[in-house]
DNA sequence: GAGACATATCGTAGATCGACGATAGGCAAT
DNA sequence: ATTGCCTATCGTCGATCTACGATATGTCTC
């Protein structure tokens, strides 16, 4: 890990400028990236892409976790907006925000 | 956000055959949006990018927060693989590791 | 209205995060 | 070797996450 000074030389250019981004935009951007900071969400995420929508139920089913605990991680999901949710009856139905789900894959590309 | 059952109609395709991604992909790609889960990191992350390195002792001066509290966050980016740093004599030298960053894009991008 | 079912919320406990100051470690110059 | 600078690590504290069971809420059916 260790460089020579020769090496470091390409390395760090103080010529160019610092710029720190929008402190907004900064906190915008990790909030929806919070949202698929844990498995259980990215696999309900990826399971609900696969679909174009899916109850509840199901997706309980599915994940090793307590109804309660898939029901909160559902409920981060729906505060960031990544996932919506629509009442069907006694059950909910619950598909992916295509337009977020794009903002922040642009967010991301464009980093 | 009450639907009625007509409308649910188009909501929820249970045809559609449930399959959940494995659970490997989902825990690397938790982490790497993890190290992205957090402003002070994004922000990091984005400074690098103007960049193209970065001293470490620049990053602390353009960042509301402690020394320490810095090293860490750095050291998050670093063990995601996300950023890289050169050790150049008594300083050390961050870049973005564009290989990692591009993998995480990627993964973000075929979600 | 009563009962059955699906989902959300509450309360709690342990684990982890995020911040800081203090301190240790590494390197260069004297 | 000593000093000074830069960075990493340690220890700590409060806040937040994550998990669960228990319970509340809401909706259909009878």
Redo the contacts with the bound molecule.
């Keep these: 890990m ?1 460089r ?2 020769a090496d470091a030389q390409k390395c760090c250019n103080t010529d160019e400028k610092l710029s720190l981004p929008d402190v907004a935009w900064a906190e915008d951007m ?1 909030k929806l990236s ?1 949202a698929l ?5 990215i696999r309900i995420v990826r399971l609900l892409l696969n679909r174009t929508s899916c ?6 089913e599915e ?14 999901l ?1 505060e960031t907006g990544l996932v919506q ?1 629509e ?8 598909c992916i925000n295509e337009e977020a789900m794009a903002k922040l894959k642009k967010l991301i590309a464009d980093l």
Tied chains: 1, 2.
């Design positions: 260790v020579t000074n990790a919070w900071a844990h498995p259980a969400r109850m509840c139920g199901e997706i309980v994940m090793p976790l307590a109804q309660s605990t898939v029901s909160q991680h559902l409920k981060i729906k949710g009442i069907d009856g006694p059950r909910v139905c619950y």
